[in-house]
């Protein structure tokens, strides 16, 4: 069964930068077609797309986000990583961390992880 | 303001019919596969439409997806009271090189 496990901390300082990990449990982060993504979701807001990695390296960012952003992945630990810098009030939300195959669809998500941004 | 363009919200009683559009562009919609996910109350959102209208294994055939050109659209049939969450459509924009979502709609069973 594949299961996907956001972790990190819950309250990030203003300014500082955001770090989350997301595990991946039953299937290999390294299988083909498959890339792995951020998305978060502001308290009682829409789904905002952060950015996306494949096993290789390769990444994908937000227009909006790509200069805070930095996605990373462990092919050892079947794990993958966001961080976002210089976070303000407004980076608060649910980080849900996902896989999608090829540019077609999110077929499993994690549980989310709430971030809050204050001091 | 969102790529995808969603009614904030929609109703209808149990037993009838729903259907919750999606609207977007030659970039994204027009040229690319639409999924739906339905979002529960505190809960992670779920896959409920991929490319453009086939279900997922466990998911009712109350619930369908169609496209045509920069719109798609979700059908909800035989609508019951566990239907109310937030539905989302998604899809890739291939001009951006993003994923986009559509602003969301929630969906009330009177």
């Known amino acids: 069964q594949l299961q996907l496990q956001e972790s990190g901390p819950g309250v990030v300082k203003p300014s500082e930068t955001l770090s989350l990990t997301c595990t991946v449990s039953?299937?290999?982060?390294?299988?083909?077609?498959?890339?792995w993504d951020w998305i978060r979701q502001p308290p009682g807001k829409e789904l905002e797309w952060i950015g996306s990695i494949y096993y290789s390296g390769n990444t994908y960012y937000s227009p909006s986000l790509k200069s805070r952003v930095t996605m990373s992945v462990d092919t050892s630990k079947n794990q993958f990583s966001l961080k976002l810098s210089s976070v303000t009030a407004a980076d608060t939300a649910v980080y849900y961390c996902?896989?999608?195959?090829?540019?077609?669809?999110?077929?499993?998500w994690g549980q989310g992880s709430l971030v809050t941004v204050s001091s | 303001q969102s790529v995808l363009t969603q009614p904030p919200s929609v109703s209808a009683a149990p037993g009838q019919k729903v259907t919750i559009s999606c609207s977007g562009s030659n970039s994204n919609i027009g040229n690319n596969y639409v999924s739906w996910y339905q979002q529960l109350p505190g809960t992670a959102p779920k896959l409920l439409i991929y490319?453009?209208?086939k279900r997922p294994s466990g998911i009712p055939d109350r619930f369908s997806g169609s496209k045509s050109g920069t719109s798609a659209t979700l059908g909800i049939a035989a609508l019951q009271t566990g239907d109310e969450a937030d539905y989302y459509c998604?899809?890739?924009?291939?001009?951006?090189?993003?994923?986009?979502f559509g602003g969301g709609t929630k969906l009330t069973v009177l």
């Open positions: 996902a896989r999608r195959y090829v540019t077609r669809y999110f077929d499993f």
């Open positions: 998604g899809t890739w924009d291939s001009s951006l090189s993003a994923g986009v």
């Open positions: 039953g299937v290999s982060i390294t299988t083909s077609s498959y890339y």
């Open positions: 490319d453009n209208n």
